[in-house]
């Protein structure tokens, strides 16, 4: 952490820096910090620091625990908390720093594997107004889920909403056509 924060600064003075920064965080959480009483939202032990996961927690990790809740038991309240939950990729921030993208990525491909299985399950089930809101809402997160695209647009189709399918087919066709190079089957046939 250290040779990663202060590259340039001799181990001394980047661990007095560590220090500070430490001294400084513990005030964002807690204003009125005071070492003996007030709650320890961080821990620094050496060269770790740490936050205490029952004092603080994040939208990736309620994110992590919906997709594992989902994995288990893909009933519409899981996959309905899931979608709610997730709003996209997580640390884009770190867009280009490896530790970050398989945690990035496999959070992404669990949340619309979880979200194609619950739209189809819908489908089939004929509870179309959830499928529809499950499939827009993946959409929304990720314009490019092409089977989740296709899947929206063929219930768009079912339902009745000829506009609605129309509309969203345009974007289909052209990222099949401008991403893919594949021509895109008429809007009839889906």
């Not at 994110?63 to 884009?92: K, M, Q």
């Not at 619950?118 to 959830?130: H, K, L, S, Y």
């Amino acid at each position: 952490m250290l040779d990663a924060l202060w590259p340039d600064l001799e181990p001394d003075l980047a661990a007095n820096s560590l220090n500070q920064t430490i001294y400084f965080l513990r005030r964002v959480f807690e204003p009125s910090f005071s070492e003996d009483i007030s709650p320890a939202y961080v821990h620094h032990n050496s060269d770790l620091v740490w936050l205490d996961p029952e004092l603080v927690t994040s939208r990736s990790i309620k994110s992590r625990a919906a997709i594992r809740a989902a994995e288990v038991d893909p009933s519409p309240d899981n996959v309905g908390a899931l979608s709610d939950l997730y709003r996209g990729r997580f640390a884009l921030d770190f867009a280009y720093e490896e530790w970050a993208v398989p945690y990035r990525d496999s959070m992404h491909s669990a949340y619309l594997e979880i979200v194609e299985k619950a739209v189809i399950a819908d489908t089939n089930g004929g509870d179309f107004d959830r499928a529809i809101g499950l499939a827009r809402r993946a959409i929304e997160i990720d314009p490019d889920a092409e089977q989740v695209e296709l899947s929206l647009l063929k219930l768009y189709r079912r339902t009745g909403a000829h506009a609605a399918a129309a509309e969203q087919y345009v974007h289909y066709a052209a990222v099949l056509k401008n991403d893919l190079g594949i021509d895109p089957p008429p809007l009839e046939s889906l």
